[in-house]
């Protein structure tokens, strides 16, 4: 992670919230924070969740505390978050243009 330039992370949203295995993950970063030599401060972050629900703002106040209580607490910058709303299976993203579209643009942004 400290090497890495961007951490880019993608979970289903299962029961209103990331994975398990996604949290299990998250949960990690604790001891990062308690390590007095980390060396990932302002580390840029993209956000990548699928969900079943059509609507995309429906989880928006459960992405707005993960930012707050884990993103903004390790001091990492969360540039971007897509929600990938509507998608029960790989063939549905197929057919949604924008989002593969908005995707797109976020690879584009990566420097
Ligand atoms: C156990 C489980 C719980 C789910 N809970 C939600 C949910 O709370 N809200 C939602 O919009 N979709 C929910 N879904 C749908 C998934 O988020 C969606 O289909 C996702 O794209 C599945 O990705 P996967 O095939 O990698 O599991 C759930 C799916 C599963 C299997």
Request: aromatic share 12%.
């Amino acid at each position: 992670m400290e090497d890495a330039d961007y951490i880019i992370i993608g979970s289903p949203i299962y029961f209103g919230e990331v994975t398990a295995q996604t949290k299990l993950f998250t949960d990690r970063f604790y001891s990062i924070y308690n390590n007095k030599n980390r060396n990932v401060d302002g580390k840029k972050v993209i956000l990548i969740y699928t969900q079943g629900n059509p609507d995309a703002k429906v989880y928006e106040e459960y992405t707005k505390n993960q930012k707050a209580f884990l993103y903004d607490f390790m001091n990492f910058d969360v540039v971007n978050t897509l929600i990938a709303a509507g998608i029960h299976s790989k063939e549905d993203l197929n057919q949604k243009n924008e989002i593969l579209k908005e995707a797109e643009n976020i690879a584009m942004r990566i420097t």
